[in-house]
């Protein structure tokens, strides 16, 4: 793919502009603030990955026979805690976001460069210290903290995450002010607003629901820890507190969580697809206003969870229509994305192969989220596997497939130098193949009845557990390769030329890696987004 | 960074000026909905006992809320013409007035722990397992009127501290007269926390002192 | 080292058994939902690989494209309107049914479920208790009244696919008719603690003169109507609330299912959420007339007890006590 003139390494960038320690830990640049967070998030993503692991073990055979129940119960919190708020929550924002959206603006960084580095301050000692609370003080409540468990009864350091996460929270309202103040504020001359990249558009999107929705969750999260630590009663039934409350506040910011994980994949995808198919996006306008509807309409969904729950039938009505609205945009962008390749001139490079992948998956994990918002169905696979399946299409399939395949396109652009090509479609259709073979088998679990967080389970489910505990294996395969040979690239790969692709887009327009202030002169943009034919 | 050059990512001062504006104001956002969390909940258990959170309410010093509220907009008037001051370039006014606002927000703090201490006397503080002696008909919904009482006031303080922490910082770079015009913008970011700080108590005080029955 | 293998002849165990006729409608439902999830899936596939291999980058094929924005708009709104239009049949359909096992009759034979960590309690109507299973008579409807002694619990019964919470210090409720007779799982389906996995156990769903016998064999002790009657004596509610007692309270004959006047203005509706309230809150809806003073029995009272004087304030009807006082002249009545 590479072009035709092999390309002269620039001679400054920001990679060599300082190599001592101190130069990475008290950098502004937004781009090595970037490789911060990667390196944090791919730490916490497979310390979360192990704990994954350890559990598809002990679900190999129906008895609790490998660790305690204490123990079982440690492991996916841990999953959970660690993979929903400091892996999936900043994944594509922090890394790929941060790096290139000042780049894509044309921009010489983020509005706030401090508090950019502050916030990935922030992100990662509040990390270390939660992970630190969850593993010593043992903290069994899952990453969802109901109450009146987490407040009342389990015997653990749920304060002290509580409080981690809590922490974490800044972060995310750090990078969502950051993202909306750059975007609207700096960008280069001639770009409106309907000349961005769809990822720009997402990330902005994202950084409306970290803004809007973190700030709820700060307030759970505080009233658990006065209900611990005063015995203020808010959420405490036996205080005339209602544990349902605690639900609504916790959905009300972990609904739309989800869509911080998932709006930014779909930026990713939207530029890979219309770079490998070499055509415009179809239906640009369209595109946009989805992400926009999804955002939105996030916000009046979070009920779903609650149908069980013992909140009125009517509400769960209610939320069962909007959830069934909120399908309608998802489907536009996946009908979109295939309809760009109408035409196209395709190649399956390894970003592309990630990127399709992504479609499926989405598309697998978005329908089974219709059928979860089917009611009646609900009632039945409520807190069962299916729910399981379902969401790790979404955050795994979706959202890290997307990860892995924005982290491939643009590795050109981030490091300077290209990867391996065959392993990286090796990686990649593994993760494909492992994935399907770890979750699908879920899918039927959780409608044969199979509930989750059990450690110990029937003896029917078994042959299913199997199978999904050996894709896991393969799963794990896909995962660990690309350390490998992008690790590899970083220290012996060729140089990619500043646009190896020859794709569209201003992050495109200056060397790789770009200079410390990323343009030599402030770019000009003339044309729409995607402009390839 | 002085006068005439912005930072290194603005293109000019304009350009950081308005950053700098909406970035506040987007934080100012945040804390509202932080707040918002919790008056919608209030909100819920309002109406569900309308009676009891209504009498339990009329327990709280409604003279001493309203004296806080002036001393709070008092507060809020010495830092809009701390702002005016500096902005003209008047150092000393410009401490004084800010130092001002500062003794007040202290006055506010003592008020609010006077109120506190009585509440604690007549057993109406029900957290850490005190005792909660509620004279009156349902205490056990009045108890939970009084957790929200400590919730929102005890955040509300929470925030006039960090408030006045910084206050005091600008107070001292005030003080030092470094750079005017960087003071200047700082002056008026921090007023505007502190601006936000007061509004945020209007809904406080009318959620909890004035909602009453009879 | 036997558990390692996995044991063939159980087979894919995929679909738990329907026992009930709303068993079987959902799983119609479902079949439907995969249907329509399944076409577009493969349409999705069919289109990706088609078209990857139509314009693979290496093939000649003609790419010069007629279309215009205007069409692409057209083409993008009818296929969003069209599945608008599936997604909301879908919605319809399955909101449907979701109103059939939580709203039910309440003189339905109501089963008594307390969940706690970690094993289920189910009390019958004729008083006999069981832990962790369920004994229930094929073709009758069954109302289960469930609460909860600590956490969230789920109660869960993948055959019939019914699931509701189970919540502290409140009742929800879930109907069902099982229409097969045979055992089948019960499950906690909501995290609550370290055993969670444990709190499981089986329905039996037997034939009516079969779950006779079974009350029989294993039924003891007093019905929940009767518990609660003796409970209402013992606890002095009936000092104050049966005859011209010197504090006035109000009557509680026939008052389940009334609608009643509340002193702060406004009415209520006396189920059985109210009923427990006013046990455990006696201030929170105080009735039209009457002085706020009757005490809390909340920690005072457990939650069995709570369901038994529920049981029999609802078992009253209107003159029971003016006929034979607080005992009521239905003794030996069946219990509803």
């Not at chain 3, 210090?169 to 879930?174: G, K, L, P």
Request: glycine share 10%; charged share 15%.
């Amino acid at each position: 793919m590479s072009t035709a003139t092999p390309e002269a390494w620039p001679r400054e960038h920001y990679l060599n502009a300082g190599w001592s320690i101190r130069s990475w830990l008290l950098t502004t640049d937004h781009k090595r603030i970037g490789w911060l967070y990667t390196v944090s998030i791919t730490a916490f993503f497979f310390l979360g990955g192990f704990a994954a692991l350890l559990i598809r073990l002990e679900l190999m055979t129906p008895p609790g026979d490998l660790m305690s129940a204490e123990f079982y119960n440690e492991m996916f919190s841990i999953h959970g805690i660690v993979m929903v708020w400091f892996f999936l929550i900043p994944s594509i924002p922090n890394t790929l976001g941060n790096f290139l959206l000042p780049l894509m603006l044309g921009a010489r960084d983020l509005a706030f460069p401090r508090l950019n580095l502050l916030s990935w301050y922030i992100y990662t000692v509040g990390g270390l210290f939660t992970i630190a609370a969850v593993i010593l003080g043992g903290v069994d409540t899952g990453w969802t903290f109901y109450t009146p468990y987490s407040s009342m009864f389990s015997n653990s350091a749920v304060m002290a995450a509580v409080a981690g996460v809590f922490i974490v929270g800044f972060s995310s309202i750090a990078t969502g002010i950051n993202f909306i103040v750059t975007t609207h504020k700096m960008r280069a001359p001639g770009l409106t607003w309907f000349r961005l990249p769809l990822f720009v558009w997402a990330n902005y999107a994202t950084s409306l629901i970290f803004v809007l929705a973190t700030p709820v969750l700060g307030i759970t999260l505080v009233l658990i820890a006065l209900e611990r630590a005063l015995g203020i009663g808010i959420f405490d039934p036996a205080l005339g507190g209602d544990p349902l409350l605690f639900q609504h506040l916790f959905w009300f910011y972990s609904h739309p969580a989800v869509y911080i994980m998932i709006l930014p994949a779909f930026g990713v995808v939207s530029e890979i697809i219309t770079c490998f198919a070499r055509k415009r996006i179809f239906g640009y306008t369209g595109m946009v206003v989805a992400i926009m509807a999804i955002t939105l309409f996030g916000f009046v969904v979070w009920g779903h969870h609650m149908f069980v729950s013992g909140q009125s039938i009517y509400a769960g009505i209610l939320f069962s229509f909007f959830t069934m609205l909120v399908a309608v945009p998802s489907a536009i962008k996946t009908f979109n994305w295939t309809a760009t390749l109408y035409k196209g001139r395709i190649s399956f490079t390894a970003p592309m192969i990630y990127g399709l992948s992504f479609l499926g998956l989405f598309t697998i994990g978005g329908l089974t989220g219709v059928i979860l918002a089917a009611l009646a169905v609900d009632i039945h696979v409520h807190d069962t596997y299916f729910v399981v399946a379902h969401f790790h299409y979404i955050m795994v399939g979706g959202a890290v497939t997307a990860y892995l395949g924005g982290l491939h396109f643009w590795w050109p652009k981030l490091t300077g130098r290209m990867y391996s090509e065959i392993w990286a479609r090796i990686a990649a259709l593994a993760l494909f193949i492992g994935f399907n073979l770890t979750f699908f088998p879920q899918f039927l679990l959780g409608y044969a009845g199979m509930p989750r967080r059990y450690h110990a389970y029937p003896e029917d489910f078994q042959i299913l557990h199997a199978m999904s505990s050996l894709g896991a294996g393969v799963l794990a395969i896909g995962y660990l390769l690309p350390l490998v040979y992008l690790g590899w690239s970083m220290l012996r790969g060729p140089h990619a030329g500043s646009n190896p692709w020859d794709a569209r887009g201003l992050e495109w327009r200056t060397s790789s890696p770009p200079p410390k202030h990323n343009f030599l002169e402030t770019p000009r943009v003339d044309e729409p987004a995607y402009h390839y034919e | 960074m002085s006068d005439a050059e912005p930072a290194e990512q603005f293109d000019d001062l304009d350009q950081q000026k308005h950053a700098n504006l909406m970035g506040m104001w987007l934080f100012l956002a945040t804390e509202l909905l932080l707040f918002g969390g919790l008056f919608a909940s209030f909100g819920v258990f309002r109406i569900m006992h309308p009676e009891t959170f209504g009498e339990a309410a009329s327990h709280l010093s409604v003279s001493l809320g309203v004296a806080n509220t002036v001393i709070l907009f008092t507060s809020g008037l010495t830092t809009k013409l701390a702002d005016e001051a500096v902005e003209a370039g008047r150092r000393g006014l410009g401490l004084a007035l800010l130092l001002g606002t500062i003794a007040l927000g202290l006055a506010f703090l003592v008020i609010k722990g006077f109120e506190w201490h009585h509440e604690y006397e007549i057993g109406l503080m029900p957290v850490l397992g005190l005792p909660f002696e509620y004279p009156g008909a349902d205490p056990r919904n009045a108890r939970l009127f009084f957790n929200f009482y400590y919730a929102m006031t005890g955040l509300h303080a929470a925030h006039m501290l960090i408030g006045l922490g910084l206050l005091s910082i600008i107070a001292l770079l005030l003080y030092r007269w470094r750079d005017p015009p960087k003071i200047a913008r700082q002056v008026r970011i921090s007023g505007l926390y502190w601006a936000f700080v007061d509004v945020i108590w209007v809904f406080v005080f009318t959620f909890l002192y004035l909602l009453r029955s009879g | 080292m036997e558990d390692w293998l996995i044991d063939l002849r159980q087979g894919l165990y995929l679909l738990p058994e329907a026992v009930s006729d709303y068993a079987s409608r959902v799983d119609a439902l479902y079949l439907g939902l995969v249907i329509v999830s399944g076409v577009l899936t493969v349409a999705l596939v069919v289109l990706v690989v088609g078209l990857g291999w139509r314009y693979r980058a290496s093939s000649p094929i003609d790419r010069t494209d007629p279309r215009t924005e205007r069409i692409d708009r057209i083409i993008e709104v009818t296929w969003a309107s069209t599945l608008l239009a599936v997604f909301l049949g879908l919605f319809v359909w399955a909101s449907m049914l979701y109103f059939e096992p939580y709203r039910g009759s309440t003189d339905a034979m109501t089963v008594n479920v307390i969940g706690k960590q970690w094993m289920w309690k189910a009390q019958h109507p004729d008083g006999t208790r069981e832990i962790n299973t369920l004994h229930v008579p094929v073709g009758e409807t069954v109302r289960l009244r469930m609460t909860s002694q600590d956490v969230i619990h789920s109660f869960y019964l993948p055959s019939l696919r019914l699931k509701r919470d189970v919540l502290p210090e409140r009742y929800t409720d879930a109907w069902f008719t099982a229409d097969q007779t045979g055992e089948h799982w019960l499950f906690c389906a909501e995290y609550c603690g370290t055993d969670h996995s444990r709190m499981r156990g089986k329905i039996v769903v037997m034939e009516p003169s079969a779950y006779d016998d079974w009350l029989t064999r294993t039924g003891g002790g007093p019905s929940p109507v009767a518990q609660g009657r003796e409970l209402f004596q013992s606890y002095g509610c009936s000092g104050c609330h049966v005859g011209d007692a010197r504090v006035r309270a109000p009557s509680l004959a026939g008052i389940y299912g009334r609608t009643v006047p509340l002193a702060k203005g406004g009415t209520i509706t006396a189920d059985e959420g109210y009923l427990r309230d006013s046990i455990v809150q006696p201030q929170k809806h105080v009735v039209a007339g009457y002085e706020p003073v009757m005490p809390s029995y909340a920690g005072q009272i457990s939650e069995d007890e709570i369901l038994q004087i529920v049981a029999y304030i609802q078992s009253l009807e209107p003159g029971d006590w003016e006929a034979g006082g607080p005992v009521g002249n239905n003794v030996n009545e069946t219990p509803r």
